[in-house]
């Protein structure tokens, strides 16, 4: 079993920044890829970046390519997701998730998920 713990969210304004974390226990952290998704209400889950295990290569969704970064620190079992330039489409409860897969590529390919956190952006 793997935990996730999602930390970060908040209430910022257009063209602010937040950093989401994701702290992990349970297994070996590096043993998985991480994917951070979201949804926002009435809308469907969005996936938005994924890493793998060794942090080696990284993805992100089109709608946030330039202005989000997801990394991971296997030392201290957290993964992250830089948040820079947000939008107000961009609230959403935002969710960490682990995979046994190398290179997940669908939600269900996902094993384990975090409880998200919130992030409001407004205008």
């Known amino acids: 079993q793997v935990q996730l713990v999602e930390s970060g969210g908040g209430l910022v304004q257009a063209g602010g920044s937040l950093r989401l974390s994701c702290a992990a226990s349970?297994?070996?952290?590096?043993?998985?890829?991480m994917g951070w998704f979201r949804q926002a209400p009435g809308k469907e889950r969005e996936f938005v970046a994924r890493?793998?295990?060794?942090?080696?290569?990284?993805r992100v969704a089109d709608s946030v390519k330039g202005r989000f970064t997801i990394s991971r620190d296997n030392a201290k079992n957290t993964g992250y997701l830089q948040m820079n330039s947000l939008k107000p489409e961009d609230t959403a409860v935002y969710y960490c998730?682990?995979?046994?897969?190398?290179?997940?590529?669908?939600?269900?390919?996902?094993?384990?998920w975090g409880q998200g956190t919130q992030v409001t952006v407004s205008s």
């Open positions: 890493i793998r295990g060794n942090g080696s290569d990284t």
């Open positions: 349970g297994r070996t952290f590096s043993n998985y890829a």
């Open positions: 998730a682990a995979s046994s897969r190398i290179v997940p590529t669908i939600a269900r390919e996902y094993d384990y």
